[in-house]
């Protein structure tokens, strides 16, 4: 068709294929296409489609795959803007091909990209749905309407070259390289679940600084706003000093962890008053009966004091829950102490071994009896890198081992799993669907720095499509 070939290859922090992919680094996945004769130019593109690409090398022919002709099996959206981008190249869209090769099929089949127990898991969740009727299910989403209420944390990622030790303090000496703020917290959860529902709304608490007010509005429309403001409380900073993250060179694309120094936490000693607890349950009143859930991301931070946990529990229709425990209320903040109703909640390793007093414990024990406490319908366990445990009421315990191994951060992979799962509680999906939900919005948060980015629908959906396959 043409006289010249260049191949496009996307970025590896940019493919989309779920956790494990891509399996080869972009090093060798280019070395790969070069080498073959047919191809004149390989092309590493840093974007997550092809309009910059296509723009640059204003193709006479734009080639896709035969699975492209179908825009709507195209999840990611991404196909009708390449068609328009080659339109205004002056150039035409081809779809070429005779039989369609899934990489996702030939992966699966040929190559370990996952462990038994992950496969495993992912089959069982396929004879419940293929990857349409999953892709429903997500889209029934949209119809919820949410009220996420917690506190809302700036995570400000301090990110620093280490030159080693002072010669006379013998103290950690480094050089600033950039600095980021990012919206964690429940503002973070407020992100993921608009991806998934465009009818969310946040209520809570900050002070009147303007660099905060500033903030909001980046992440937050003034109708979805029921944040409250007050000068007497300081908006919350959780700063990270880090090292960037590495990537090494290997044949199968592996990265290290972002690596976290030590940290400062900009937090009131003393939780709000009375006074502003009051004006934390006008606003409540005026939104609770419009929610078909009320998520409560309780970080112990001012927010979900007696007065408004009170109010949310005995006012809610329909209550989803996460009571964390961190450094600033550790010991303090326990589910089961803080609260005496939940329909669904999530938690982790260190928080059930707070709340049952228990260094060794039965797992599944604990957590049925928290949900039995809570009359949850559905609890989770997340246990990092080893599993998460699942158990509703009627149906047999699930455990479901993590979807990604290859690590970049994992704060706020906990806030992602409990966005999912909550959602997929609401709408009374299956435990070990609704499990699977969850893991895999965790397994996408531990491949973002932070809260740089939110839980992506397009993703998530392209996510599954390869997990679903296994």
Request: net charge negative; charged share 25%; with cysteine.
């Amino acid at each position: 068709m043409g006289d010249i070939l260049v191949v496009t290859v996307t970025a590896e922090q940019f493919v989309n294929k779920g956790p494990g992919r891509p399996y080869f680094n972009d090093q060798l996945r280019l070395q790969s296409l070069a080498a073959l004769h047919l191809v004149d130019y390989v092309v590493l593109v840093p974007y997550t489609a092809a309009e910059e690409v296509i723009k640059c090398v204003c193709p006479d022919f734009y080639c896709k795959g035969l699975e492209y002709r179908n825009d709507e099996a195209d999840v990611t959206g991404n196909i009708q803007n390449d068609r328009k981008a080659v339109e205004e190249v002056g150039g035409k869209v081809a779809y070429v091909g005779s039989t369609v090769f899934s990489s996702t099929r030939l992966l699966n089949d040929h190559f370990d990209v996952h462990d038994p127990n992950t496969k495993s898991f992912c089959m069982e969740v396929a004879k419940e749905y293929d990857k349409n009727s999953f892709r429903r299910e997500v889209e029934k989403f949209q119809e919820l309407k949410v009220l996420v209420v917690g506190d809302i944390i700036f995570d400000r990622y301090t990110s620093v070259s280490v030159q080693g030790l002072t010669s006379k303090n013998r103290i950690l000496s480094s050089r600033f390289l950039s600095e980021e703020t990012q919206a964690g917290g429940a503002l973070a959860v407020f992100r993921h679940i608009r991806e998934f529902t465009p009818h969310v709304k946040l209520i809570s608490l900050l002070g009147t600084e303007l660099w905060a007010n500033e903030e909001i509005p980046k992440y937050i429309q003034p109708k979805e706003d029921e944040i409250l403001r007050v000068p007497e409380f300081t908006s919350i900073i959780k700063q990270r000093f880090v090292e960037p993250q590495i990537r090494n060179n290997s044949p199968q694309f592996c990265s290290k962890e972002v690596s976290k120094l030590f940290s400062v936490n900009y937090i009131d000693a003393q939780h709000p008053c009375e006074e502003i607890q009051q004006k934390l349950i006008e606003r409540l009143q005026q939104r609770i009966s419009w929610a078909d859930v009320v998520l409560v991301m309780d970080f112990g931070h001012g927010v979900m004091e007696p007065l408004v946990r009170k109010f949310v529990q005995e006012n809610a229709s329909l209550m989803a829950l996460n009571c964390q425990t961190n450094s600033n209320n550790h010991g303090f903040n326990l589910i089961n102490r803080q609260y005496y109703r939940a329909d669904s909640f999530s938690l982790d390793q260190a928080e059930i071994s707070l709340a049952t007093g228990k260094r060794s414990m039965d797992h599944a024990q604990e957590l049925e009896a928290l949900r039995e406490h809570l009359g949850a319908s559905y609890a989770w366990l997340t246990r990092g890198g080893y599993e998460t445990i699942g158990i509703r009421k009627g149906e047999m315990p699930v455990s479901c081992p993590p979807l990604e191994l290859d690590i970049v951060d994992t704060i706020g992979a906990g806030d992602a799993f409990c966005s999912l799962a909550s959602l997929a509680a609401a709408k009374q999906i299956s435990l070990r669907t609704s499990t699977f939900m969850g893991q895999l919005a965790g397994a996408q948060a531990v491949r973002i720095v932070g809260n740089s980015e939110c839980i992506r629908k397009n993703r998530f959906l392209k996510a599954s499509e390869a997990m679903l396959n296994l």
